[in-house]
C-alpha cells in the first residue's frame, strides 16, 4: 500500500507529505465520527446503553477499584460521567488520528485497527452486568462502516500505483491536488451522512423514551394512606448556610453507575419478587403499587462513598408503599421467624445488584418502594419509576433505583455489585455528623459566630451534638426539634470567636446512647468515621 519511490512519503520529507498526513489525520477523525455515528443509530434501535462510548464507559466503571471511584466520585461529583465520556472521546480522537494516519501506508491495517476498536466496544457491551449479544451490535456496525469509509478515505489520499518521475517534490502536482480534492469530497460526504445517521439515531432514541417521559409527566401521585408525621416547626433552624431540612430534588446528591438515564416507562414497568422461601411469587405492575396502601415517610439516605463532611447525604418525602407488606404476601419470613433466606438481592433495569437483609426490612421499619419523591414522581435520576428506601442502611446496600426485580436469597450464595467490588455485604448507617457553617477557611468576625450543621443516625435518632474549638473542651450544640429518628436533625451552637485561626470539630450522640468515633477510616469498606473539623480564620 506503499508509495513506493514517491519522496513525499519519506518522513518529513516534502512540504507535500505535511498537509497529507494531516489530511490522513483527518480521514481517521472523520471514520471515528463515523463509526460512532453509525452506532449511535443502531444503538437506538437495539439500546441506548449498548452504543460504544457508554459501554465502554460503563465497563470502566465496572472495573474501577473503589479507590479510584471514590476519587472520581468526589472530585468530579455528578460530573464524573461527564468527565468520564469526555476523557473516552479524547482518546478515541487521537486513536482515530493515529489510525488514519496509519492507513496512508497500510490501508488494510487502518482499517483493521478501527475493527479492533468496534471489538473492544462490543466485549464492554456484552460482558456488563445486563448485556446481552444484541449489544455487540452498535460497535460492529459501527467499526464495519467506518473501516470501509477509512479504507477508501485512505485511497484517495494515497494514489500509489501511479508511477512517478525521479523523486521528484513536484510530481504529478495537480494530480495529487485533484486527489485531495477528490478526498475532501469523499470526507465530506462521509462526514455529513454520519451526522445524519447520528441525529437520526438522537431522534429514535428520544422518540422511544417519549413513553417514559409521557407516563412520569401524566402520573398523579395518589393520597397517602398514611402520611408522613407533620415536620415539627423548629426542625428547620434556617440559618444562612446550613443545609436545608428537606433536600430539594434538584440539590439532591446522586450517585450511581449509570451513564445513561434509564428512562422507564411507568405503564410498562414490572416487579417481580422471587427465590428462596417465597411461597407465591408476584409480579406487580405501576398501578398495581399505585392501588395499594400508600405511605409518605422522611427519610435521609447516605452514600457509603461519602467522606467525613462530605456532601453524599439528602433528606427527602418520600411517597410509596410498604415492601414489608408485599413480601409478607409473597410468603416470605424474615430468619427470626424461621425463612431460609436472608438476603434480598434487588435487580434494576441496568443490572445494578443491591442486597439487603431481609430482617432489616421486615423489622417493622419503613422500608419503601418508592415512586414520589417530595412531592414530585421520582425524578429519572433518582429511580423512576420506582426504587427502594430502606432507612439506617447505606444507598448501596438498600436504594435500588429503577428497580425491575426482587430476588430472595442468602448473603452466603450471592454477593451484590458492590460487594464483588470489596465493600461489605451488610452496611448499616453509622453515626456522623457535619459543620455546614462557617466554611472551611471562612474569616467570621469576632463576636458570636453560629456553628451549624447536620448530624444523621437513621434509625437510630441523635440524642446530642457537641462542638469544641482548638481541641478543647466539648460544649452541647442546640438540638434542632427531631422529626423522626429516620432523619437527620440540624444543630447550632453560638460561638464566641475571638481573632485568631481556630480549629472547630463536631461529634454526634446517637439514640442509643452511642457517640461518634474521632477514629479516622476511609469509606472503603463500609463507611468513613471520623470527626468533622472546619478551619476558620478570625480576623
Ligand atoms: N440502579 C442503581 N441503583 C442505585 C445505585 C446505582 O448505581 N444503580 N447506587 C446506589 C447508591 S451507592 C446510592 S448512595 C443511592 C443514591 O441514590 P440517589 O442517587 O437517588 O441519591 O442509590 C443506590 N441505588
Ligand atoms: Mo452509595
Known amino acids: 500500500m506503499t508509495a513506493d519511490g514517491n519522496d513525499s512519503h519519506r518522513p518529513g520529507a516534502s512540504p507535500a507529505r505535511r498537509p497529507r498526513i494531516a489530511l490522513a489525520a483527518l480521514g481517521g477523525l472523520v471514520a471515528g465520527f463515523c463509526a460512532l455515528a453509525v452506532a449511535e443509530l443502531a444503538a437506538a434501535v437495539v439500546r441506548p446503553e449498548a452504543g460504544p462510548v457508554t459501554a465502554v464507559g460503563s465497563a470502566v466503571i465496572d472495573h474501577t477499584p473503589p479507590a479510584v471511584r471514590d476519587f472520581a466520585v468526589r472530585n468530579f461529583g455528578t460530573n464524573d460521567k461527564w468527565a468520564l465520556r469526555l476523557g473516552i472521546l479524547v482518546l478515541l480522537a487521537l486513536f482515530a488520528m493515529g489510525i488514519g494516519m496509519l492507513a496512508l501506508r497500510h490501508r488494510r491495517l487502518g482499517s483493521g485497527a478501527v475493527l479492533v476498536f468496534g471489538l473492544i466496544g462490543a466485549v464492554s457491551a456484552v460482558g456488563r452486568p445486563e448485556g446481552a449479544p444484541a449489544d455487540a451490535l452498535p460497535s460492529v456496525v459501527g467499526a464495519v462502516v467506518a473501516a470501509a469509509v477509512l479504507y477508501l478515505l485512505a485511497g484517495r489520499l494515497a494514489p500509489a500505483r501511479r508511477p512517478s518521475p525521479a523523486a521528484g517534490e513536484g510530481d504529478g502536482e495537480p494530480s495529487d491536488a485533484s486527489d485531495r480534492r477528490g478526498f475532501v469530497v469523499a470526507a465530506t460526504v462521509a462526514a455529513v451522512a454520519s451526522a445524519g445517521a447520528g441525529y437520526l439515531g438522537r431522534r429514535l432514541t428520544s422518540s422511544v423514551q417519549a413513553g417514559a417521559t409521557a407516563s412520569r409527566h401524566d402520573l398523579v401521585l395518589p393520597v397517602p394512606r398514611s402520611a408522613a408525621p407533620a415536620i415539627p416547626a ?306
Request: net charge neutral.
Open 234 to 539: 423548629g426542625a428547620d433552624l434556617r440559618i444562612r448556610g446550613l443545609s436545608s431540612f428537606i433536600t430539594p430534588n434538584k440539590d439532591f446528591y446522586r450517585v450511581d453507575t449509570a451513564l445513561v438515564v434509564p428512562r422507564v416507562d411507568a405503564g410498562a414497568w414490572r416487579l417481580r419478587i422471587h427465590g428462596k422461601g417465597v411461597a407465591r411469587p408476584v409480579t406487580v405492575g405501576f398501578h398495581d403499587l399505585l392501588r395499594r396502601e400508600v405511605i409518605e415517610r422522611d427519610i435521609t439516605l447516605t452514600c457509603v462513598s461519602n467522606e467525613v463532611g462530605g456532601p453524599y447525604v439528602g433528606n427527602a418525602r418520600w411517597l410509596g408503599v410498604c415492601l414489608a407488606e408485599l413480601l409478607d404476601e409473597a410468603g416470605v419470613l424474615p430468619p427470626s421467624k424461621g425463612g431460609p433466606a436472608d438476603q434480598i438481592v434487588a435487580r434494576s433495569v441496568d443490572g445494578m445488584t443491591i442486597g439487603t437483609p431481609v430482617e432489616a426490612v421486615m423489622d417493622g421499619r419503613d422500608a419503601m418502594l418508592a415512586f414520589g419523591m417530595n412531592g414530585e414522581p421520582l425524578p429519572f435520576e433518582h429511580g423512576f419509576p420506582v426504587r427502594m428506601v430502606v432507612p439506617g442502611l447505606y444507598g448501596y446496600v438498600s436504594a435500588c433505583k429503577w428497580i425491575k426485580d426482587i430476588e430472595l436469597t442468602t448473603f452466603a450464595a450471592y454477593d451484590a455489585y458492590w460487594v464483588e467490588r470489596s465493600w461489605s455485604q451488610q452496611a448499616p448507617v453509622k453515626t456522623e455528623s457535619r459543620i455546614d457553617t462557617p466554611r472551611p477557611f471562612a474569616s467570621p468576625k469576632a463576636g458570636v459566630v453560629p456553628v451549624a450543621g447536620v448530624a444523621w443516625a437513621q434509625h437510630r435518632g441523635i440524642s446530642r451534638v457537641e462542638v469544641r474549638v482548638d481541641g478543647r473542651e466539648w460544649h452541647t450544640a442546640r438540638l434542632a426539634a427531631a422529626d423522626t429518628r429516620d432523619t437527620w436533625r440540624q444543630w447550632v451552637w453560638e460561638w464566641p470567636a475571638t481573632s485568631g485561626d481556630h480549629t472547630l470539630e463536631v461529634r454526634a450522640t446517637d439514640g442509643t446512647g452511642a457517640t461518634q468515633t474521632g477514629d479516622r477510616v476511609g469509606t472503603v469498606p463500609n463507611g468513613a468515621t471520623g470527626w468533622h473539623s472546619v478551619a476558620v480564620h478570625v480576623p
